[in-house]
């Protein structure tokens, strides 16, 4: 642990509409993917934190679900999540898409900031995807809105301006210990963490109906030989109809999605993997409470 006696350290929520960059946010601040990513909304389901340690600060980065209006009790689980993590931080970070601007959501989520006590930093995110003149043109919408301690556009995609926020939210960060091992990134096991990179897979290779009725259980995880490592997983979804798209014709969808995974599984543990995977139909699992306990969605988190 560090003993340094100017150390820095704090945690950092970053909240805000479905789809507006939080998780390829906090993957470029800590230089690994530990957050999964997707063009779909709602793609981040639980609390994850992302560590980022330096010489002198340690920052612990909190990805929350995105702020939507819930149609099932998965979606409940997650707005509450979200919610509740603003009282929990030393600072909060409000996230926009620069592409699409002031929306309806926005306004909830900035009703909920003007009861929090942290300082609330505006971040307009994707500025790569307009034309300079127009980010001006955001700050002045968002400016009087709410008392932002600091308006900073970033790309988080491209890096544009990340190494700016991450010195501004580090000079406001409180002495403290360091909570976590210098070499740790995230506070989630393992297993959590390769569940969440097949069900990217499953995000990224299926129709709008699949993404968001399905939960990845992994059964099992053992080493079989030196540096090879067996995982089996379950993706659960709600209908048969969708268990067949998720097969594919002659497995080839399935097959797919596991050699996508792969890939992201050996990077992530340094081994080459063995990834088994099945599909198993539980239906309207999102809205049975045993079932989302089962699955790792505890109420006792939020």
Known sequence: MNTNTNFKSGFITIIGRPNVGK?????????QKIAIMSDKAQTTRNKIQGVLTTDDAQMVFIDTPGIHKPKHRLG?????????????????????????????GDQYIIDLLQKVNSPVYLIINKIDLIHPEEVFQLIEQYKDKCDFEEIIPISALEGNNVD???DVLKGHLPEGPQ????????????????????????????????????AVVIENIEEREEDKILIQAIIVTERSTQKGILIGKQGTMLKKIGRNARKDIEALLGSKVYLELWIKVKKDWRNKESQLHEYGFRKDEY
């Open 23 to 31: 998780s390829t946010f906090m993957n470029r601040v800590i230089g």
């Open 76 to 104: 409940d689980f997650m707005v509450n999540i979200a919610e509740n993590t603003l009282n929990e931080v030393d600072v909060v970070l409000f996230m926009i898409n620069a592409k699409e601007g002031y929306g309806r």
């Open 164 to 166: 700016h926020l991450v």
């Open 179 to 214: 909570y976590y091992p210098a070499d740790q990134v995230t506070d989630h096991p393992e297993r959590f963490v390769i569940s969440e990179l097949i069900r990217e897979k499953v995000l990224h290779l299926t129709k709008e109906e699949i993404p968001h009725s399905i």
